[in-house]
T-cell receptor, first 108, second 117 residues
Framework: GQNIDQPTEMTATEGAIVQINCTYQTSGFNGLFWYQQHAGEAPTFLSYNVLDGLEEKGRFSSFLSRSKGYSYLLLKELQMKDSASYLCVGGNFNKFYFGSGTKLNVKP | GAVVSQHPSWVICKSGTSVKIECRSLDFQATTMFWYRQFPKQSLMLMATSNEGSKATYEQGVEKDKFLINHASLTLSTLTVTSAHPEDSSFYIC?????????????FGPGTRLTVT
């Protein structure tokens, strides 16, 4: 199957660092993606990993371990506008499979 | 680049009527578009994959006669919700893959909020 698990909700403080974990069980993914979704809006692309290791993109970094079925999204220097849901998405050429999302609350 | 638009942004319709939602890739040609549905506080669920010039591929549990998908050109796919019922009220989002940007990445439209009364 394509079970993708991530925590339901997290809270962090402005300026801090937060790591959102994602585990998955599938043999059909070619890539692991992270999207940000604000309430009532469509998801926006943040980062993706095709190979094992860390991909850094400004304040956002994503890590993948295919052998462990594990990924995380790291957000640095948190800002209030980072309060949103973060979606872990497994994908191949034909389909995306979405996790249930982690709602991140950033407090002052 | 890689902008996807949807129209309308929101629509209210009466039970039993049909509603058409358009998804357009504005600055690239999309041979494949995807239609998702999202209920409140839930994640996106893939409904169907729309391929230009051929029939859409529907996910298990999605009624193809109720959710009609037409991908008539490389920049336009439409989703028609036929004989809508209140339980069809949801946030419908399309996405498209831009072959020029990478074969895996999908770009999402802004979504269409459908309310059936």
């Amino acid at each position: 199957g394509q079970n993708i698990d991530q925590p339901t909700e997290m809270t962090a403080t402005e300026g801090a660092i937060v790591q959102i974990n994602c585990t998955y069980q599938t043999s059909g993914f070619n890539g692991l993606f992270w999207y940000q979704q604000h309430a009532g809006e469509a998801p926006t692309f943040l980062s993706y990993n095709v190979l094992d290791g860390l991909e850094e993109k400004g304040r956002f970094s994503s890590f993948l371990s295919r052998s462990k079925g594990y990924s995380y999204l790291l957000l640095k220097e948190l800002q209030m506008k980072d309060s949103a849901s973060y979606l872990c998405v497994g994908g191949n050429f034909n389909k995306f499979y979405f996790g249930s999302g982690t709602k991140l609350n950033v407090k002052p | 680049g890689a902008v996807v638009s949807q129209h309308p942004s929101w629509v209210i319709c009466k039970s039993g009527t049909s509603v058409k939602i358009e998804c357009r890739s504005l600055d690239f040609q999309a041979t494949t578009m995807f239609w998702y549905r999202q209920f409140p506080k839930q994640s996106l669920m893939l409904m169907a994959t729309s391929n230009e010039g051929s029939k859409a591929t529907y996910e298990q549990g999605v009624e193809k006669d109720k959710f009609l998908i037409n991908h008539a050109s490389l920049t336009l796919s439409t989703l028609t919700v036929t004989s809508a019922h209140p339980e069809d009220s949801s946030f419908y989002i399309c996405s498209a893959r831009d072959p020029g940007q990478g074969i895996y990445e999908q770009y999402f439209g802004p979504g269409t909020r459908l309310t059936v009364t």
